[in-house]
């Protein structure tokens, strides 16, 4: 009985230091999330300021329509980029936090089955003694 608990014991511990590892690596990607977007925030107000100062200057509907074409075909660029990159982010962080936990299910597994194949035995016994 002793064994088992120790094995519970350790299994706990080991669970809880995979859950904290991976709450490190969710504290880290958030912050590299963060500075993204607050980048790509920053840089799209940018490109709508010069745009809007190019716009300003424009002497004729021909220059504005083709200001106007350029901003909206780079800013989708840009966003298709960008949607591109924080999908990339997003799912190495998804990666990143599961890592502390691979092999750790086989192992409740395995443990659950020994276990399990531990009280058939007794069981069997009981039932033969009986």
Known sequence: MSQQAEAAQK????????ML?????????????AVEATDFAKQSFEHGTATLEKLA????????LEIQTE???TSYERLVAQTTKMTELYQNL????????EGFVAKAQEQAFAGMKKVEDEAAKLQHAA
């Open 11 to 18: 299994f706990g511990k080991d669970g809880m230091d995979a």
């Open 71 to 73: 901003y909206m075909k």
């Open 94 to 101: 998804a990666k990143e936090m599961a890592k502390p936990f």
């Open 21 to 33: 590892r991976s709450f490190g690596t969710l504290s880290k990607a958030s912050q590299a999330i």
């Open 57 to 64: 200057g424009v002497r004729s509907l021909d220059k504005a």
